[in-house]
Structure formats: C-alpha cells, structure tokens
C-alpha cells in the first residue's frame, strides 16, 4: 500500500502555494487563439489607366457582380443586392466610368476599356467563379471581357435585357438602324435635352403600375451621369458588332428579357445572343419592359439565386 502523505504545516503550506503563484506569474500569458482575419476588400478599384471606379461590395458566398445599362449607376442594383447578400450571397456592384461617384475622365468610354475595367474589378478584389450580371449595353462589356481576357475568374453570365449585339444596319444584319441615325440621337438629344428626353421615355422603360416614385428616382439616378460618357458609351454600343464575339461566352449563359422592351426589341436582341452563346438559355418575361431590375424585382432575384446556385 502507499503511504498516505503526511499534511503540510499550515505556514509552510502558505509559503509553497505562494511561491507556485509567482512562478506561475512569471510564465509569458498564452490567450485563447482568434479567428483568422477575414481578408480586407480594397477600398476602391483602380483602372489601369489610373481612374477610380467606385463600387458596393456586399455579403459572403459566392460573387456575383452586377453591371449597370446605359446610362445607370450601380445603385440601380440596389434591390438585388440587398436581397441577395442576405441569400448567401457576395454582390458587388460598380459604377462604370463617368457614372455614379466613379470618376469621369475624358476618354475611356470604348468597348476595349470598359471591358479592361471589369478585368480590374474581378482582379482586385480576387473574385472567381464569378457569376457576371450585365444588364442592356453592359452585356457587350462582358462579351469583349471574354474576348480580351478570358473566361477563367467567370462561372457563368446572365444577360439581362441585352442590347442588340450590332444596333447598326450592313449588308448581313439588314434589321439595324442607319448609322446616321444614332448620330442624329446624340447630337439632337444627348447634347441639347437629355433631362427632358428621359422625361418622355420614363414610362415605356418600365411597366403601366410602376409607382410614380419609383420612375422619379430611376430617372434621378440617370440624370447623375455625365454627358460625355452617355454619348461615348453610346456611342461605343451602337458602332460594335459583337456577333462574332459572342461564342467567346462558352460559360453557361442565362438571357432574360421581356416580350415588351421598347429598348431593346426581344428578336434582334435576347434571342441573338441566346442563339450565339454555346450555352445560353432564354427565358422570357411577358409583358415585362427593359427595366427589369425596377419592375420584376422578386422574380428576377430568384431566377438569379437559382441560376447562381444551380
């Protein structure tokens, strides 16, 4: 058997349990280890030419990034991002150059660099599998992003009313409109009275109950863009044949479109580039206009949050 230790005077006890303290004391502090940081998201995208894109970036998950149409700042997402980032969902949204509160140079406006500023957006902010959301002329800054950089951040594309991929009438594509024409638009409207053509054009952008609120800050936020970009972007989607470009989008492809867009004619737009995509599918909305961001509001955050998780 073992003998059982006999106890400790009282003040010798003391002395020992004291002494253990202070080794103890005098150990370094070990703390409970922390969770690794989350990684810091740039503050602001920088072209490659120096000029500054201001963008949204919210939520974790998946990426998915939102470009604007003609003439629109990233705020007109604001109804997808708010309820796709509560969806699982990371939403960014930028402003193109010379819209919203990015800066506005005096050159940049062509297809070549809009796409060269998604490539900065999707780099410096090291996004992939990407699910790129290009709403009107901005499908045309996803196409030549294809062209000039690949697909390799990029899991799938969603062309959101797309603009006819060659506007402009040639021997191949007798459907377009005479060149002179959009000259005609951009010197008689965009450089005399924008402010009362988006007054007259409010309405056949979006639908007959479209609240009367909701079309004053649709127009609010299109009156915030600078006149040079309206008319180079344009100016830039009007000249651009993009048909051969197209099937550069190898990626699976969603098009939506309404059956109603006055923009944008249904035939010569979706379901082009549904038809020139390897792997696009179309889905029409009846009845629905060129705005669907603004007036399809629940039904397309879900066909996004489904296309992005399928």
């Not at 005098?26 to 894109?53: H, Y």
């Not at 796709?84 to 010379?98: F, I, K």
């Not at 005096?106 to 490539?119: C, F, I, V």
């Not at 249904?266 to 629905?288: D, H, I, K, M």
Request: net charge neutral.
């Amino acid at each position: 058997m073992t003998a059982a230790l006999a106890p400790l005077p009282r003040r010798r006890a003391i002395t020992v349990m004291t002494g253990i303290g202070a080794i103890v004391a005098s150990l370094p502090a070990t703390a409970a280890p922390k969770p690794a940081p989350a990684p810091k998201r740039p503050a602001s995208i920088v072209a490659r030419d120096g000029t500054r894109l201001y963008h949204r970036d919210w939520g974790e998950g998946r990426p998915v990034v939102f470009l604007a149409g003609w003439g629109l700042p990233s705020e007109c997402w604001a109804y997808q991002a708010a309820a796709l980032s509560e969806e699982g969902l990371r939403c960014v949204s930028y402003d193109r150059r010379g819209h919203g509160r990015s800066d506005a140079p005096w050159k940049g406006y062509d297809y070549d660099t809009l796409a060269d500023d998604l490539a900065a957006v999707l780099e410096q902010l090291d996004l992939r599998d990407v699910v790129l959301v290009g709403h009107s002329m901005a499908g045309g800054e996803i196409v030549r992003y294809f062209s000039r950089h690949g697909g390799a951040r990029v899991g799938k594309v969603l062309f959101l009313a797309p603009l006819d991929p060659c506007p402009a009438h040639k021997a191949d594509n007798p459907t377009g409109l005479p060149p002179e024409t959009f000259e005609q638009f951009r010197a008689q409207v965009l450089m005399r009275d924008y402010p009362r053509w988006l007054e007259e054009n409010a309405r056949p952008f979006v639908t007959p109950d479209t609240s009367a609120e909701m079309v004053d800050w649709v127009r609010g936020l299109m009156l915030g863009t600078t006149t040079k970009a309206l008319v180079e972007c344009n100016r830039a989607a009007t000249t651009a044949d993009l048909r051969p470009e197209i099937p550069n989008v190898t990626v699976p492809a969603l098009v939506i479109q309404g059956d109603k867009d006055a923009s944008t004619p249904l035939e010569t737009s979706g379901r082009r580039y549904a038809a020139l995509a390897p792997n696009a599918e179309l889905v029409v909305y009846q009845g629905a206009p060129h705005g669907l961001m603004f007036t399809h509001i629940e039904r397309l955050n879900g066909d996004i949050i489904r296309f992005a998780r399928s």
